[in-house]
Structures are given as C-alpha cells and as structure tokens.
C-alpha cells in the first residue's frame, strides 16, 4: 500500500434501489401512462425484469471479464477465504504485558471475490479495477483476560457483506463492470450499463477503514455510506444513515471532536454540491450539522481534521471529473501542478465563514493530528507531492510504473522536496502551521529522505489537541519496487517536542527525533493501531499492534510492541491460525470479552 489507498467510484445519490430503471424522464413517462392502468405494478415488475434480462445479456455478449494476474512478489495481497467463525489462536511468543486492556483488534482491506481483481475488455476498449479496490474483509483478533488473569485468544475474518457483495455473490459470477480507470468510452459504459443494472456505479467496496462510534462498529470506503458491523460475529448489519439524515458517502477517516465526542465527517461527490460536512451528535442518533462547503471542484480527499474549535479540510489537486472523462481523459487525475489550499471553520460554521490558506502543491492522504497552538492551527501530516492514485495513463505498464516510482529515495542535496520525478511519491511527516490571524503559512519537512512513511497513528485521546509523539508505517523501498506494491518494513516512533541530534545514519539534525522498529527481511506490516496501558499517564504508556506477515515462511503474526522501548523486541508475537493478506486500516477497540469468548470460542480450559 503507498500513500493513501481509497478507490473512488463516483457516487450519483445514496440508497438507491438496486433497479433505477424507473428514475428520471423514464419514472415522468411512467407515471402519466403506465401508472394509470389497474395492472400497473404488475407491468412495471415486467418491464423491469425484461429490461434487466436484456441489459445483462447485452453485457454477457460484449464484455469479457478478465484475471489481473498477480505477481510471486505480490503473493500476499491475493484474497483468502473467510472463516466467518472464530478459532482459537495458542502459539504466542512472549506475554500480552500487565496493562494491556481487553479488547479486539481489528485491520479491514481489500478481499476480491471470485479469486481476484477483474479487467474486461470490449468493443469500447478496456477498462479495470484499480489496485486498491477489491470487496471488504474484516480481520479480527480478540483477546480475553479471564479471572485468574490468564489471557484466551481467538482470531476471525469475514467479508463485509454489503448489498452489491450479496447481489454478485448471489449471480456467482463478476456482475460489475469496472468504472474507475481504462479507456474513457468503455469506463463511461460502465457507468451507465452498471447504473441501469444496479442503480449504482460500481460496489459498496467498505474496504478501507474501521471505526467505533457510541459503542457501535463501522467499516467505510469513500464510495458509499458506513456499514455496520456486529463486533463480536463480524456480520454486516444496516447502513449507517444517521436516521435518514446523511445520504452521502463517508471519508474513510472521520474524527471525533475533543470534548463533546460529536464526530466529524465529509462527503464527495462527482455531481455538485462537490463535498459537504456533517457534525453527528455523540450518541450517533442525530446530524447536528450539515453544510455544503461550496468547492469548484470534487477532490478525492481522504481525511478531515479537527481541533477544539475548528473543522479542518483539504482541498487539492487530485480531483474526479465526470466532464473531463466524457472529454475523453481520466475520471481521477492528480495535477501536481494545480493549486493546493486548506480550510479552516469553526465547529458549526457555514462555507462563508471558512478561512481559506494557500499551500504549496501536494496530494496528502493521511494526517497525523492537528490542534491550536495560540494564533496557529497546526496540521502534520504524511505528505507527497504526487499521487499513486489512479496510477499510470492508459497503455502504460503498471508493473514499471510503480516498480519506477517505489525505487530507494537517493540523497538530494539542498532542498528536501528536491526529489526526482520518480521519488515524488514518496510521504513523509510534513508540518504546516495556518495563522487565524494574519493569514499566514508556515510549512516544513519534520524528517528526512532516508524513509518513506504513511499510515499514521497517535494516542486517540489526543485526536485534535496537541501531542507529543506519532507513529506510523516505514516503506521498504526495495520490496516495493521489486513488486510493484508498496510494502512497510518497519515502524516509526516520531517525537515532535524532540529534535534529532544527527548522530545516528537515520536521523537528520534539527528535524524531528524518530525512533525505529524495523522487521526482519521479507517481514511487513498493515493495519498498526495504538493500544493505551490502562492507568497510563504519558502520552506514550501503551503498545503498537499490528498485523505482520513472513513473506519467506508464509506465516502472519500480530505483534504488540512498547512504544516506550519502541526499538527493543516485540513483547509478544501471536501467530495466526491462516494467512492475513496486506491491507489498509486498523483500531484497537477495547471492551470486556470474557464471558463472550466463552461463547465464541466454548474450550472449557482455557478460559476460568
């Protein structure tokens, strides 16, 4: 995974019908005709289902699905079957540490049904599924801590079942055309054919993040509403609408407030109004606030941000454009020379009474916090100054393309953003201060070029206050460009209030301190999460956890490791019952589970 990884599909409107056939000028001619005749809704049943019968055999005779073959050096992102019931994990190496509290972890990524990732070709040319798409699944791992204080772990693993998962599942067979990157007439073919088939674009991918609000699970991608998800069996249940008030998409990332608990989110869209927000109240039953932020544009933002007082947003130069695919070009393009600016507003404001601030051109997918600091809003971040998404222009190989682009950072000389165009891919933890008073932006690199870094995480009681220390996933390089799919070979512990001292090889004088835990060769890491030490008082009293997975042996593990002897061994090493395929986000989610392991998992000794 390189920078931020969330397959876009263009959202028309929410919750729709699964047939749309009866929508627009179609539904105007309908309802002065059809609709007055006594057998109308059984007319209407017919027309519908001989529509859909012709639409899918006009597919079956044009389109030809496709295998988007991987590589032996991309064997760990081929899909795995689900277990959809937990088993019991025994083999750990080391102990889960005193203060550890009780809960379950958990990483989401992509799974593709029916054995992989799906191109199709035709008369219209081709047209397939970005590298970051593929269904939804939920890897789970859940640790009890019985009486005695012996601890049962138990892993499990299951495929969000949206309702375009169980519509394709349920015809056995690729149902939706790819409609995100390839030649522009077959992508625009697929918009329309999957819209009149489906009432959609593409699927409910809800691939790229989970999150818990008021006691409730979520797993999002930006194509579509939350889905809910029962924490214990890992089943979908309902959308998340918030009652009916928000019909638009999720970020991957909302953000709860400091302080009320409220959450923060944003929606896109390809059609006006381009991106919206929304303020859901603490206990998830109500939109407090909604608004349309009025951009010129749809950029594919992946984040939003908050403080005590502020919302905050970034607007850039990856953008979806339904006018330039119809033109002829990409649906999602990245300019890196287009403009770049970030929004500040207050909690409940309204679009005029955001404060807008230049910054220089970059595409950030994941941030690291933001908070206030007297005059200034302060954002850090994992910044590049190129996007990965939606890769090369049509006709190039994807193999080379990102192979080029993940080679080894060289030294640069001067300026650090000095990068060759190759290297513009590379995020790195980026600082930018916005002054609320004079308008004015400081910006500055936080490390060096050494590594390239993404997926960060802090403390969630910080979220929007200012913090001390951020962690995140360090990008081996060499098995990124050997692969073509970018890989994390280590962790990172960066320390703000700290500065380096120059004297290891992997520090920068005058940048941000950071401290590593680098894994051993051919040996990554996905989904890492921070676990607070119950009673911790320091910022940093807890654990990073994190799927990790042995390329040479085949074998996953969950390791836990101190983040206050960040460097030192993992405190235990927990091997998985299968293997877990690289993915995208992971939280750690506490809770009492020991009387449900017992239901879970009914071994009578090894839990009290």
């Known amino acids: 995974m390189a920078a931020s990884f969330v397959a876009f599909q263009v959202h028309c409107s929410a919750q729709k019908p699964p047939i749309s056939l009866n929508s627009g000028h179609f539904k105007t001619f309908l309802s002065s005709t059809i609709f007055k005749l006594p057998l109308r809704i059984n007319v209407l049943k017919a027309i519908k289902k001989t529509s859909v019968k012709l639409v899918d055999a006009f597919v079956d005779s044009v389109f030809e699905f496709i295998d988007q073959p991987l590589l032996p050096s991309q064997s760990n992102f081929a899909p795995i079957d689900e277990l959809k019931e937990a088993v019991l994990v025994t083999s750990i190496d080391g102990e889960i540490p005193d203060g550890f509290p009780e809960g379950v972890y958990l990483r989401i990524g992509p799974n593709p049904l029916f054995g992989g990732l799906k191109s199709t070709k035709s008369v219209f040319g081709r047209s397939s599924h970005m590298w970051v798409e593929g269904e939804g699944m939920v890897h789970a791992l859940y640790l009890g801590k019985g009486v005695e204080g012996n601890w049962t772990v138990c892993y499990n693993n299951r495929h969000v079942e949206t309702e375009t998962f169980k519509l394709e599942k349920q015809r056995n067979k690729p149902s939706f055309l790819p409609a995100a990157e390839g030649d522009s007439p077959a992508i625009v073919c697929a918009y329309l054919l999957n819209m009149l088939r489906f009432g959609q674009v593409n699927k409910y991918l809800s691939n790229t993040n989970v999150i818990e609000h008021s006691g409730k699970l979520y797993t999002i991608a930006e194509n579509h509403l939350p889905q809910e998800i029962d924490i214990l069996t890992l089943k979908a249940l309902d959308m998340w609408d918030v009652n009916g008030a928000w019909n638009l998409p999720f970020t991957s990332h909302p953000k709860k407030a400091p302080g ?59 953008t979806v454009d339904l006018g330039r695919l119809l033109l002829g070009g990409s649906l999602i393009k990245y300019d890196k020379e287009g403009y770049a600016r970030m929004g500040v507003m207050h909690r409940y404001g309204d679009a005029d009474s955001i404060q807008w601030f230049e910054v220089k051109p970059n595409c950030t997918f994941h941030f690291i916090n933001s908070f206030e600091d007297g005059d200034e809003v302060v954002i850090r971040g994992c910044r590049a100054l190129e996007s990965v998404i939606p890769g090369p222009d049509q006709g190039m190989n994807k193999f080379e393309w990102f192979s080029r682009k993940f080679r080894p950072i060289e030294s640069t000389e001067g300026s650090l953003d000095a990068m060759s165009e190759d290297q513009l891919v590379f995020p790195r933890p980026y600082e930018w201060r916005l002054n609320m008073r004079t308008g004015h932006v400081k910006e500055r690199n936080l490390a060096g070029t050494q590594f390239s870094m993404d997926f960060p995480v802090i403390n969630g009681a910080y979220t929007g206050l200012k913090n001390k220390y951020g962690y995140a996933q360090v990008r081996d390089c060499i098995a990124s460009s050997s692969s073509g ?111 449900n392991l017992t239901r879970m998992v009914p071994t009578p000794d090894s839990i009290d």
């Open 260 to 318: 009320t608990g409220e959450l923060v989110t944003f929606g896109i869209s390809a059609t006006k109004p381009y991106a919206e927000l929304g303020v859901i109240s603490a206990d998830g039953k109500e939109l407090v606030h909604r608004v349309d932020l009025k951009l010129n544009r749809c950029p594919l933002s992946h984040e939003i941000l908050v403080t005590q007082r502020y919302n905050v947003f970034l607007d850039y130069a990856l």
């Open 485 to 595: 799919m970018a890989k994390y070979g280590g962790l990172v512990k960066l320390s703000f209030e700290e500065p380096n001292t120059g004297i290891s090889s992997r520090q920068v004088e005058g940048l941000t301190k950071g401290e590593y835990h680098m894994f051993k060769e051919n040996t990554f890491c996905t989904g890492a999460a921070f676990v607070p030490k119950e009673g911790g008082v320091e910022e940093d009293d807890g654990w990073i956890i994190t799927f990790v997975h042995n390329e040479d042996t085949n074998i996953s593990q969950v390791y836990i490791i101190d983040t206050r002897n960040f460097s030192g061994e993992p405190v235990a090493k927990i091997t998985l019952p299968c293997r877990v395929p690289y993915g995208f986000h992971g939280a750690y989610i506490p809770m009492q589970l020991h009387e």
